[in-house]
């Protein structure tokens, strides 16, 4: 335990360490106060004031995550289907002396770097008095998605298995910030079922995510991670308890008691 806190079980070796990466305390202690805030500190301090009014501000957050989302999926793309850096039946990260070792770098950080920025949202939440929107599953979600890529990154280097499956989640994120960003300025999006709909795209999102973990493991000669593997199976199925219980409580029950 005491290696992993100090950062010295890099099992990638990778010399170059970018921020964030290569010991866990700073991402910890964002975590710890992004906690903190949301749950304790945030709440006492709008407890005796109005909502802020963070249109503005939001508007602009959507826009910079939509166009900063798409940069990552259109470089990733690239990547796989132009450099043709990976044999997609059996994804294994780079060697450190290989031509596209930096692209494989830089994409997987700057996917790590967005879980933070996502961390904004929950922010936003608390300022605008939107605490019900700050459940369980929105935080639990958030931290895992962000000290999860720590983790990974730490003990299996940058890209590699989880490469199109992060890639994949980029494009989900394209569409439900566009999402975001529509619905703060038409109140016909905000009151259309396009809301329902990103929650099915997320639904399939762990349903593919499964499905390519499944055939990797059907290779018999593929050498990638099985810890990473049943890893990423176990938080994809969690998710997707999560999700479709969300779902069926926000969409399928409240039209069932309509009926009656």
């Known amino acids: ?10 099992i990638s070796e990778d010399p170059v360490q970018l921020p964030l990466i290569g010991s866990p305390w700073p991402s910890l202690t964002i975590l710890f106060f992004y906690l903190l805030f949301v749950l304790k500190l ?5 407890e005796n004031r109005k909502p802020f009014d963070l249109r503005a ?9 939509i166009l900063y989302n798409i940069v990552v999926l259109i470089s990733g793309l690239h990547f796989l289907f132009v450099l043709k850096a990976y044999d997609l039946s059996c994804i294994s990260r780079l060697p450190l002396d290989h031509e596209y070792k930096n692209w494989e770098r830089w994409i997987t950080y700057s996917y790590f770097f967005n879980k933070f920025m996502d961390l904004l949202e929950t922010v936003f939440f608390v ?3 939107k605490n019900r929107q700050v459940s369980f599953l929105h935080v639990f979600h958030h931290l895992v998605m962000s000290f999860g890529g720590y983790i990974y990154i730490t003990y299996s280097g940058y890209g590699g298995t989880l490469f199109p499956l992060c890639l994949l989640n980029v494009a989900v994120h ?6 975001y960003y529509l619905s703060s300025v038409s109140r016909d999006v905000q009151s259309s079922r396009w809301k329902k709909y990103i929650t099915i795209v997320q639904l399939l999102q762990f349903i593919l995510v499964l499905s390519n973990f499944s055939y990797t493991l059907m290779q018999p000669n593929c050498k990638a991670s099985r810890p990473v593997i049943y890893s990423g199976m176990f938080v994809a199925s969690s ?6 219980n969300f779902y069926v409580h926000t969409y399928v029950l409240p039209g069932k008691k309509k009926v009656q």
């Open 1 to 10: 335990m005491a290696d992993f806190l100090n950062g010295t079980l890099l």
């Open 42 to 46: 945030g709440r006492m301090f709008m």
């Open 57 to 65: 501000v939001i508007k602009v957050y959507n826009i910079v995550q």
């Open 127 to 129: 300022l605008r008095k």
């Open 174 to 179: 394209v569409l439900m910030y566009s999402y």
């Open 239 to 244: 998710f997707m308890v999560m999700f479709g």
